[in-house]
């Protein structure tokens, strides 16, 4: 098993060891394994949002499947193995507004919170109302609210270094509001998303890519567009090597020969910050995690952005192509 086998970017070296887990059972055994002999664990969703080495990893992935949705009035229990989307296609059919915006997004429910995933206006910490997980140090199931997952712009408690890979999240509970607008369905919002997606966003099923690879920079408290800068700076449609910038969309780094190693695109990805920081004076950091042969996220020295606004870089509206 070799991790470019699972990841949407198409990059990475072998695994050493691989489980798949559905049941509480499963997930202690599994972690009792990586406990006696002593492996480092890696949790793995549908392997997007992260660009992983080439080299081996010596320990554990574990890759949960559990995928059953239930529904009680306005709240849905998804399982951590459900696709992001059908998810999103369960609460539209049944009428439930939240995460409608978010339709079409490549993932697992499972990695939601991990990154607070969101786009077009709307978040998951907006509607998460509570999640499962097993922590691998206490050997325990344990219950998080939307407060302890400490939410904030693509971050939470889980994407911390020191929390990374320390828990496994088995189930999300999603608070939802019943849909009354009698002008527009629910189905014709995810639709239009779904369309604008196709147009303006690459399909990692077409196109190895890991979705947008940078965050969109908070300068004195505005958002402003990462795509714009990095569009401007000249960099939009480019190929460095075996990746590229995606002519639809400057802020998808993707895997234009097939072939690109995790270092062609690291590479390409600091000339762009570099470049970006050169002319406008801000300095892009990653979405994407960098993750290392130990499975750790590799050390960045990127920094926060940190410029004045001012008219030539434009703030973020909501419809902006480039949100995601």
């Known amino acids: 098993m070799q991790f470019k086998d699972l990841t949407t970017f198409k990059i990475g070296g072998p695994i050493k ?3 798949e887990v559905k049941s509480d059972e499963e997930i ?8 006696k002999d002593n492996l480092k664990i890696f949790i793995l969703g549908k392997g997007s949002d992260i660009l992983v080495s080439d080299r081996e990893f010596d320990g554990l992935v574990i890759k949960y499947t559990g995928k059953n949705i239930e529904r009680t009035g306005n709240k849905v ?10 998810l999103v296609k369960f609460s539209v059919e049944h009428n439930l507004q939240g995460l409608e915006c978010l339709s079409g997004i490549p993932g697992t429910v499972g990695a939601s919170p991990v990154q607070n995933l969101g786009a077009y206006g709307q978040e998951v910490k907006d509607t998460l109302l509570n999640l499962g997980a097993f922590d691998f140090k206490s050997e325990k199931f344990v219950n998080f609210s939307s407060k302890d997952c400490e939410f904030g712009y693509r971050e939470s408690f889980f994407k911390k270094p020191e929390n990374w890979q320390k828990y496994l999240i088995t189930s999300v509970t999603f608070k939802l509001s019943k849909y009354e607008d009698t002008d527009l ?17 690459e399909d990692p099923k077409e196109v190895g890519n890991a979705g947008s690879f940078f965050k969109n920079p908070i300068v004195e408290g ?3 567009s990462a795509g714009w800068l990095i569009e401007k700076a000249g960099w939009k449609g480019k190929t460095y090597k075996g990746v590229g910038v995606s002519s639809k969309n400057a802020l998808i780094l993707i ?34 995690q960098f993750i290392t042969p130990s499975g750790d996220i590799s050390p960045s020295d990127v920094m926060t952005s940190s410029a004045d606004l001012s008219p030539r870089f434009p703030r973020l509206n909501e419809d902006d192509i480039y949100e995601e």
């Not at 229990?77 to 059908?86: C, M, S």
């Open 185 to 201: 369905s629910l189905q014709n919002i995810r639709d239009e998303i779904l369309r604008v997606r196709g147009e303006k966003l």
């Open 17 to 19: 060891h691989f489980f």
């Open 77 to 86: 229990i998804a399982g951590a193995g459900v696709r992001w989307d059908d």
């Open 222 to 224: 505005h958002k402003i």
């Open 28 to 35: 202690i055994k599994a972690s009792q394994l990586a406990k």
């Open 255 to 288: 895997n234009k020969s097939g072939k690109a190693s995790s270092s062609d695109v690291y590479d390409l990805s600091k000339r762009i910050i570099n470049d970006v920081k050169k002319k406008f004076g801000v300095t892009l950091e990653p979405e994407v």
